[in-house]
Nanobody, 123 residues
Framework: QLQLVESGGGLVQPGGSLRLSCAGS????????IGWFRQAPGKGRERISC????????YYADSVKGRFTISRANAKNTVYLQMNSLKREDTGVYYC????????????????WGQGTQVTVSS
């Protein structure tokens, strides 16, 4: 079965850090752009970051720029999202998805989509 598997979520205090992982299962990620999205309670799915298959092109939403870092380790078939200086408004379910290119890195254009991992920022 071809799928993406997210991990690394949890409960963290404001100002803390988490690293999310997105692993490919049944296929290799290196031919795909990978995006991270989050969905807060009662809100729509927001694009957080996206990285091209080569890693040379990266997008960040203004809300996370300077605090989050996306990277990929193709040898491990994994894409990471390092989240620092977390805020309460970063709370939500975080999803990763595979796309044909960074240009198509929007929710409706995914090729594969993960099941999500919960991130809760609270004191």
């Amino acid at each position: 079965q071809l799928q993406l598997v997210e991990s690394g979520g949890g409960l963290v205090q404001p100002g803390g850090s988490l690293r999310l992982s997105c692993a490919g299962s049944g296929f290799t990620l290196d031919g795909y752009a990978i995006g991270w999205f989050r969905q807060a309670p009662g809100k729509g799915r927001e694009r957080i970051s996206c990285i091209s298959s080569s890693g040379s092109t990266i997008y960040y939403a203004d809300s996370v720029k300077g605090r989050f870092t996306i990277s990929r380790a193709n040898a491990k078939n994994t894409v990471y999202l390092q989240m620092n200086s977390l805020k309460r408004e970063d709370t939500g379910v975080y999803y990763c998805a595979a796309f044909s290119s960074v240009a198509t890195c929007i929710p409706g254009q995914y090729i594969y989509w993960g099941q999500g991992t919960q991130v809760t920022v609270s004191s």
